[in-house]
Every structure is written in structure tokens, then in C-alpha cells.
């Protein structure tokens, strides 16, 4: 782990710095997939996006103007490229059967959860990925969402209740 | 299962991560011992903190995929440099207002002059309609022509609008709704207003204040004039949260004071802060908030409303459109979806009504049944919007006409234009605000884009119709396309981005011949002029050929196939390629034409 603090690992990237960028693709990859994941509710898609996302937000760092917002940011490019992909969903959906989704091979099984997260409110879905994919710190939650820690922390607790209905419904809980 | 049954539930899902229940209140551990419902129902959110877990661990290998995926693909690129990326973004975000033109138009209207009397600002009627109310006092009357106002005094504008000439010279235009209180104190030499609602046009000279000293103030802020001429506008309800677009929360709507700076610069102060907003720009005061200034505020300042400038026959429908839009903005604060949807369903509405009257016209069948029907939709559009349906009639027979003496087939083609885009544009924010948070950052980026097209009715010829579209207008209506097509290219299977640059390919050809008549009437002057002339034509040229080459790129990139299915690490380094080497490259080829074309054009205009 780099133990450089963000804004020196920023700055070092604008200047050209590949190692910096490594540390922060490091730092941020596991973030950008919870958001794609949330967004875009499908694993591969996400992987997909995700790489996109990070990788258009790699080329345009040096229009980052406020080193200290590089986390929002990040979640901001990490939307749009989904809200993109989800447009280009729609749209196909239109004229094109449902696609069979290609083989997801060395994930855990865990379709009724995935199945059950997708049905989640967009904000709890968010919440709550960011949440277990980011070591479970409230407060990093709450940084990438421009949120207060307490109002993560009721978005979780709500998340996991409305979970909870989901999976019960589904079967899936017992 | 009981109220407290419920409150240890909200409980558990909150310290579900803690493990056992003791650990955090002994409370919920004795209820859990008691309670065999609660207690299963905590061993539910505990396999499933344990699921979510393992769910998260087994993305792992992803997560690390993704890492050295992208670094790959970064190793193939080349680094954006600084430059590259703001001016990209500055160009994209930060187009000008046509301020000073709606400002020329509000000046024409009418003039008070305000009369000195020892230090006190005062203030005197020359011609509009003013109704007054005086310090302390709750009765309005009307002032005219000659009467004096005094300071405290609040100055109300009802219909039309009104210029006023404070004592020390200044003049403030104000616009139908404005409301002012004129603060200026005897004991205090420096003059101000007070503005509540609507907006007004300060003009201040240097003669007038040497000390640069007179401020309009407002709930949110004050801006004072560096010797200047500038307008303040009050809006409620802009769509202000920037956190919309990072985490599809709610916006929140605020009351802003906006100030455009026409001429000369103005000093912003709210929060404590101040910024300076200079000539061609704009800048925000939200209370408790730094002052806003650059891009955002550009983009802020543009999404006011288009109705207070522009006068016509559009006018009424434009109101109509404004009150759906506010409604719609409030709507969104409201959290109300459905609310929200049926006023951008009302805007959709309206400007498919009106384009199809428009395109019936472009066609030749202005009496066609197509175009009954849509006059009868707009009736009802309009009608539901809480107008009269004779005005309503009338309003449309106003537009009917307006249009039918348009000589110059530029200015119909334009009208048409504009109105299919707004639309589409209306089209889109309709089905967004059907949908949930993430339809809403939709609607963001579809409001740049309307808004866009918005203030492009401030530059129709409202009061000349037959007026021919001049060389800078249609270059000017190229720009606009050029910055919609740079947005919304993006999408490859958007057609707006295609339709903006078939859109530039006709100002183009409806602009060269105009160009090389100018040139024609102008080159019988020296080599100079000749040599010049001829670089301009060439430069026509290659523009026309640019956007046919743009235009073809659009068409492969709509007709295209998805690229899903292929391996991603080549599609998206030939998507980032493409966008840099052959969209980026054509529009900046078109730009930088278009550049040296408006350089050389100022060049032989100078020379004239």
C-alpha cells in the first residue's frame, strides 16, 4: 500500500506518475465496482462499466480542480458511465430479445442475493454495497455519498431491513 | 408482532454488525430471550451481514482484474494535459449568455429619472407603469410620468417594463414583476436598492459614482458596481444540488440572486465572501453560501427561465411553459415524482403542439388536419395551464402570423429546428422524471441541453420577421449544434447528436454563399483584402467538408453495432481512441475552422 496521502498521489498522477495511478486505482477500484454494482445490479455489466469508468476518470484527472473531492468525483464519472450503459439497455431493449447474461464462472452463488439487492431502493442499494465492499467504514460511505455518517447509518439499517422482507419473499433467507 | 417488536427490529438492523445484541443494549438481549419471532429475525440480518460479506469477498477477484485491466488500458493512452481537459470542459459548460441583447430590448421600453435632492437618492417617472408604496405604509399607488419616489420607498412593476435614473445618474431597468425597495439613506452617501422579486439592469457610470459605490442587495447577497453595466435576477427554486449528479439524491431548490455583467465587473459578496464577476459572465449569491462564479454559475445562471426575455407572440405560451417548469422544479424538491412527471409531461406537451404547427407550415399545409389537431392540443395545453381559451386562440393565430411572414426559409428552418429539439429534449426529462433517482440525473443532463435551446428564442426576430438570417446568426446557430453534438455524441445511438450536425451542415451551406457574396462586394480592395477573402472562402470549404465527414462519423457510430460481446480491453481503448482521434479531432477540425473564419471575418469587417 502506497502510504502517500491522496492529494500527494493525485498530484504525482498528473504529473505522469503510473505508480501513483496504480495506488489509486487501488485505492478506489473496490468503490467504483460498489457503485456500478448498485447501479447497474448485474456483476459482469459492472465489471465492464466500472473499467470504463475508471479509466475515463484516470484520462481527466487534470480537470479535478479540488483534490480533497476526488472520492465524490470518481462516484459522480462512475454514475454517468452507468446511467449510460442503463440508456443503452433501455434502448436495445426495444428491439433486441434479452440477451442470455454470459457465464458469470468464480463468483459465489449468490443469485437470490443479488436478485434481492437489485429490488433495493437505489439509495439503500448504493449505501449498503459501498458499505460492505469498503472495509464497512460509515464514514468513508458517507464521504463518497456526500452524506453524514448518521444519515448512512439509517440508510443501512433501513437497507438491511428491507433486505431482510426481500429475502424472505424469495425464499432464499432460511 | 408488537410496536416494541418493531422498535427492537429498527435496533437490530442497526447494530446487526456488533454480532450479539448484549454487546450493544441489554435491553434488545432481554427481548430476544423472550421473543422467538425477534430473535429468529436477528439470526435472518446476521446470515445476512454474513452473506453480504462473502458476496463482497468474492468480488475480489474482479476488483483486481479491474485494477490491472485499467492500468493497461491507461498504458495505451495518452496523457490528457491539463489544457486539454479545461478548455474542453470550460467550452462545453461555460457558453455566454445573450444578455446584452435582452438588456438592449428592456432599455427600449421606457425611462424614469430619478431627481436629485441634496444626498437622498430619489427618483422620478418618466414613462412605464410604477406603482409605489411608501416606507411604513401598506397602500400601493401608481406613479406617473413626473412623480417623484422617495428613499424607502418600494417600487413595484406590474406589466411591461420600466427605466429608472437613481439621483447620482445610475439607471435601472426593471422588468415586469420586479419589486425594489430604493435603500438610500440620507445620512449614508452611498446608493442602493433593495431587490426582492424579478430582475432589473443597472447601468453605472463613472461620473455617476467615482467611488464605484452603488450595490443592488437581496436576501441572498449584494452586488456592487465597479463601474458597470450588469442585471440582478431573484429566481426561487433553482435546481441548485450539485449532489444530484454524484448520488441521485433529491435536489434541493433555492432562492439564488444572479447576476450577468454586461459591461465592466461587479464585486459579489454573500457569506462573507466576495468574488468578481467580469464583463461576459456570471455569477450566483445563495445565502450562507461562498459566491458561485465560473462555469457552474454559467450553467446555473442558464437554467432561469426564458420568459422575461423575450417579448412576441411567444411569449404567453412561453409563461405557460415556465410556470410547468417551476412546477416541475418543485415537484422534484418535493420529492413528488408523479407531481413532477405530469408538469414535464405538460412541457412535452406543449412543444410538440407547437412544432407540429411549425413543421405543417415548413410542409405548405398550414390547414392541414394535422395542424388543427395540434392547435387544438396547444388549446388544451395551454388551457389546463390555467389560460383563457380566447386568449388562447388568439395567442395562436398571433403565431400562426408571426411565422407566416417569415421571408427568409433560414429563420423557418431554425424555428423548426429549435422546436423539434426542445421537443425531444422535453421527451426525454417526461420519461426521466417517470423513473426514479437515476432517471432524475438523466433529466440533469437533458436540462443543459433544453435550456440550450431555451434561450435561443431571445434570438428570433420577434419584431422583424422578414429580416434575413445574417452570416453570424446562422454561424452563430452552428456553435450551439456544435456544443449539443459534442454532448451528446457520446451516445452513439443518440440521434440528437446527428440531427445537430446535419443542423450545422445546412447553416453551412446557407452560410457560404453568404460569405462569398460579402467577400465579393468587399474584394475590390487591396491584395490584402483579396488574399484574406480568398482564405476565407477556402476555410468555408474545408468547414463544409468537416461537417460532412462529422456528419458520416455520426451516421457509423448510430448504425454501428452495440459493442457488447466483444472483449471489453479492445472496445474500450477503441472507444477512447475513436473519441479522441476521430470525434474530438472532427469537431475540433470543425471548431478550429470556424475559429479562423469568425478571426477573418472581424479581419475584413475591420477593414470595410
Redesign the interface.
Known amino acids: 500500500m502506497d502510504a502517500r496521502s491522496e492529494g500527494e498521489l493525485l498530484a504525482a498522477c498528473?504529473a505522469?506518475d503510473?505508480t501513483a495511478?496504480?495506488a489509486l486505482?487501488?485505492r478506489h477500484?473496490?468503490q467504483?465496482?460498489a457503485i456500478c454494482?448498485g447501479?447497474v445490479t448485474n456483476?459482469h455489466d459492472a465489471?465492464?462499466v466500472?473499467?470504463?469508468a475508471?479509466?475515463?476518470a484516470?484520462?481527466?484527472?487534470?480537470?479535478l480542480r479540488d483534490p480533497e473531492q476526488f472520492g465524490?468525483w470518481l462516484?459522480?464519472i462512475a454514475?454517468?458511465a452507468c446511467?449510460?450503459l442503463?440508456?443503452?439497455r433501455t434502448?436495445?431493449r426495444r428491439v433486441l430479445a434479452e440477451?442470455v447474461r454470459p457465464d458469470r464462472s468464480?463468483?459465489?452463488d449468490?443469485t437470490g442475493?443479488?436478485r434481492a439487492i437489485a429490488q433495493l431502493?437505489?439509495?439503500y442499494r448504493?449505501a449498503?454495497?459501498l458499505y460492505?465492499?469498503d472495509g464497512?467504514s460509515t464514514e468513508n460511505v458517507a464521504k463518497m455519498?456526500?452524506?453524514s455518517p448518521a444519515g448512512v447509518?439509517t440508510r443501512?439499517?433501513?437497507a438491511?431491513?428491507e433486505?431482510?422482507k426481500l429475502?424472505?419473499e424469495h425464499g432464499v433467507?432460511e | 408482532m408488537n410496536d416494541s417488536c418493531e422498535s427492537v427490529r429498527e435496533q437490530m438492523a442497526h447494530w446487526v454488525t456488533a454480532g450479539s445484541p448484549a454487546q450493544q443494549a441489554p435491553d434488545l438481549e432481554r427481548h430476544t430471550r423472550q421473543c422467538r419471532e425477534c430473535r429468529e429475525y436477528l439470526q435472518g440480518l446476521q446470515e445476512d451481514h454474513r452473506r453480504l460479506e462473502g458476496y463482497a469477498a468474492s468480488l475480489s477477484p474482479v476488483v483486481e482484474r479491474l485494477e490491472s485491466n485499467v492500468m493497461a488500458a491507461l498504458d495505451d493512452l495518452p496523457p490528457a494535459t491539463s489544457q486539454d481537459v479545461r478548455t474542453r470542459w470550460a467550452r462545453i459548460r461555460g457558453r455566454r449568455l445573450p444578455w446584452a441583447a435582452a438588456a438592449a430590448v428592456l432599455l427600449g421600453l421606457g425611462v424614469l429619472v430619478f431627481h436629485s435632492r441634496s444626498d437622498h437618492a430619489v427618483a422620478k417617472v418618466v414613462s412605464g407603469e410604477v406603482m409605489v408604496r411608501a416606507e411604513r405604509s401598506s397602500e400601493w399607488h401608481q406613479r406617473s410620468k413626473g412623480r417623484r419616489i422617495d428613499p424607502g420607498d418600494e417600487l413595484r412593476v406590474g406589466s411591461g417594463s420600466a427605466v429608472v435614473e437613481i439621483s447620482d445618474g445610475t439607471v435601472l431597468t426593471m422588468c415586469a414583476g420586479t419589486r425594489l425597495i430604493l435603500t438610500g439613506k440620507k445620512s449614508d452617501s452611498r446608493t442602493s436598492v433593495y431587490l426582492n422579486s424579478g430582475v432589473v439592469t443597472a447601468e453605472v457610470t463613472h461620473d455617476s459614482r467615482p467611488d464605484g459605490a452603488f450595490a443592488i442587495e437581496s436576501s441572498e447577497g449584494q452586488a456592487r458596481s465597479l463601474g458597470t453595466k450588469f442585471t440582478v435576477r431573484m429566481a426561487n427554486n433553482v435546481f441548485i444540488d450539485r449532489r444530484l449528479a454524484v448520488t441521485g439524491m433529491l435536489p434541493i431548490a433555492k432562492r439564488i440572486m444572479a447576476v450577468t455583467v454586461i459591461t465592466g465587473a461587479v464585486q459579489l459578496q454573500a457569506d462573507g465572501q466576495v468574488a468578481v464577476v467580469k464583463a461576459g459572465s456570471s455569477g450566483v449569491a445563495v445565502r450562507d453560501e461562498v459566491p458561485l462564479v465560473g462555469p457552474e454559475a454559467e450553467v446555473l445562471v442558464r437554467t432561469l427561465l426564458a420568459s422575461s426575455t423575450v417579448d412576441g407572440p411567444m411569449k404567453p405560451f412561453l409563461e405557460a411553459h415556465d410556470r410547468y417548469l417551476e412546477g416541475f422544479f418543485e415537484a422534484i424538491q418535493a420529492n413528488h415524482l408523479r407531481r413532477a412527471s405530469i408538469h414535464a409531461n405538460r412541457i412535452s406537451e406543449l412543444w410538440q403542439a407547437i412544432g407540429r404547427m411549425a413543421r405543417a407550415r415548413l410542409t405548405g399545409s398550414p390547414q392541414a388536419q394535422a395542424q388543427q389537431r395540434a392547435r387544438k392540443n396547444l388549446a388544451r395545453v395551454l388551457a389546463d395551464g390555467g389560460m383563457q381559451e380566447p386568449a388562447t386562440s388568439r395567442q395562436i393565430d398571433a403565431i400562426v402570423a408571426w411565422e407566416e411572414q417569415f421571408k427568409d426559409p433560414g429563420w423557418l428552418g431554425e424555428f423548426v429546428h429549435v422546436l423539434k429539439q426542445m421537443e425531444e429534449y422535453a421527451e426525454e426529462i417526461r420519461d426521466g422524471a417517470r423513473g426514479d433517482e437515476l432517471g432524475l440525473s438523466y433529466v440533469e443532463h437533458c436540462l443543459v441541453g433544453f435550456i440550450a435551446y431555451c434561450e435561443w428564442f431571445t434570438r428570433f426576430p420577434w419584431d422583424d420577421p422578414g429580416k434575413e438570417m445574417t452570416l453570424e446568426e446562422a454561424l452563430a446557430g452552428v456553435k450551439r449544434d456544435l456544443e449539443i453534438a459534442r454532448r451528446e455524441i457520446r451516445h452513439p445511438d443518440n440521434k440528437k447528436a446527428e440531427r445537430c450536425v446535419e443542423r450545422c451542415l445546412e447553416y453551412a451551406v446557407q452560410a457560404a454563399p453568404l460569405a462569398k457574396q460579402r467577400l465579393a462586394n468587399q474584394a475590390k480592395g487591396t491584395d490584402t483584402r483579396i488574399e484574406t477573402c480568398q482564405a476565407m472562402i477556402e476555410r468555408i470549404e474545408a468547414l463544409l467538408e468537416a461537417f460532412q465527414g462529422a456528419r458520416a462519423r455520426s451516421r457509423q457510430l448510430r448504425d454501428g453495432a452495440s459493442q457488447r460481446g466483444e472483449p471489453f480491453r479492445s472496445a474500450l481503448k477503441e472507444k477512447l481512441n475513436a473519441e479522441r482521434s476521430v470525434q474530438d479531432a472532427m469537431l475540433e477540425e470543425i471548431e478550429a475552422a470556424l475559429n479562423l473564419h469568425a478571426t477573418l471575418l472581424r479581419k475584413v469587417v475591420s477593414e470595410e
Do not use: H, W
Not at chain 1, 484516470?58 to 480537470?63: D, Q, S, V, Y
Open positions: 498528473r505522469g503510473q495511478c496504480a486505482i487501488k477500484a473496490q467504483v465496482l454494482v447501479m456483476a465489471e465492464d466500472a473499467q470504463e475508471l479509466a475515463q484516470f484520462t481527466r484527472i487534470p480537470a465524490p462516484a459522480r454514475r454517468n446511467i449510460d442503463l440508456r443503452r434502448r436495445e440477451q468464480g463468483l459465489a449468490t442475493l443479488e431502493p437505489e439509495k448504493l449498503l454495497l460492505y465492499f464497512q455519498l456526500n452524506l447509518s443501512l439499517s433501513r438491511r431491513r433486505l431482510r429475502l424472505t433467507a
